[in-house]
């Protein structure tokens, strides 16, 4: 797994978890700072929504240190975090953009439509190259919502992140075989559409995301004063280099290497601030309980963090 945030050859995951276990308010510090990165880029390209990713990542994590009691050291802690993950976002009502979903038809229509022929005046400034990235994203990440969530979590733990297939398969709490199975369908879809369609992924199409600027501006998919993924400008002025590396691939590895080029924003001040008050307020030895309350404990946190916060962005 590529991107994985560890937390060192010293001080691996599994021996932290251990020590978090044990009472150490340090070990459980290192532990949930190493894997709330990966946690949320899996939340964010499962939802799509950063306020709804950030959201879910709460829950998640508060699963994951109130049931610390229960990981029993049988599988790597790894895959543990990814089960509880796994389980919360398959298990969540629909977000907002599941709500606005496209089937993969519907979408390709709309990539049809509003195109510009005009190179906008100001292509050269920075606004213009983090617009451009914000579409770049948010776009390719809409994508995924076409896919069912089952054949979508596939998609982003075995393409994306690039899980090993037996750590996916549990994780999911399925056969490997039914995992390679979702995720083959999940495949062959994604770049079956991108290859068609995605000017990003096949220069021959006619979709560009520099034509759909005043398109996505107009009907409020992109509001240039609040973007929502585009936050690094070096990140985007790399892009036409990273690009010219991605269409050299051949052609069935370069929907997911697209994906794995985003870049993953950092979460909200205040997520960060939630985070700190969380392991804050884990008292030993309650905090890795298993009991109800424990858990009604820690989802009282993610609701006092969370008030005043929801309906935040588009």
């Known amino acids: 797994m ?25 070990a459980l510090e290192s532990l949930v700072r190493a894997v709330q990165g990966d946690v949320y ?27 610390l009691g229960g990981f029993r050291g049988e599988s790597r802690f790894r895959t543990w975090l990814y089960r509880v993950a796994c389980n919360t976002l398959l298990s969540l009502k629909a977000q907002r953009m599941e709500r606005r979903a496209m089937s993969f038809e519907e979408f390709g229509e709309d990539l049809g439509q509003g195109l510009s022929d005009a190179t906008p005046a100001a292509q050269g400034d920075a606004d213009h190259a983090l617009v451009l990235e914000e579409i770049k994203i948010g776009c390719t990440l809409g994508m995924l919502l076409c896919l069912d969530r089952d054949q979508r979590m596939a998609y982003i733990l075995g393409e994306i992140m690039e899980l090993d297939h037996n750590d996916a398969s549990e994780a999911l709490q399925t056969s490997r075989a039914a995992f390679r199975k979702r995720l083959s369908r999940a495949r062959q879809r994604i770049e079956t559409f991108m290859l068609s369609r995605c000017g990003l992924v096949n220069s021959a199409n006619a979709c560009r995301c520099s034509r759909r600027v005043d398109t996505a501006i107009a009907c409020g998919r992109v509001d240039p004063t609040h973007l929502l993924f585009a936050s690094s400008l070096a990140q985007a002025k790399r892009f036409p280099a990273l690009l010219h590396e991605i269409r050299a691939l051949e052609d069935l590895r370069r929907a997911a290497a697209l994906y794995r080029s985003h870049p993953i924003p950092q979460p909200s001040a205040d997520f960060a601030a939630w985070l700190r008050k969380l392991i804050a307020e884990r008292t030993m030895p309650s905090a890795f309980g298993s009991s109800r309350g424990s858990t009604r404990r820690g989802q009282m946190v993610v609701r006092e963090a969370g008030h005043g916060r929801r309906g935040r962005g588009r």
């Open 41 to 67: 880029a899996l939340a964010l390209r499962f939802l799509w929504h950063p306020q709804d990713a950030e959201d879910a990542t709460q829950e998640i994590l508060v699963r994951v240190i109130t049931g």
């Open 2 to 26: 590529r991107e994985t945030r560890g937390a060192g050859p010293s001080q691996p995951l599994d021996a932290l978890a251990q020590q978090a276990r044990g009472g150490d308010r340090a």
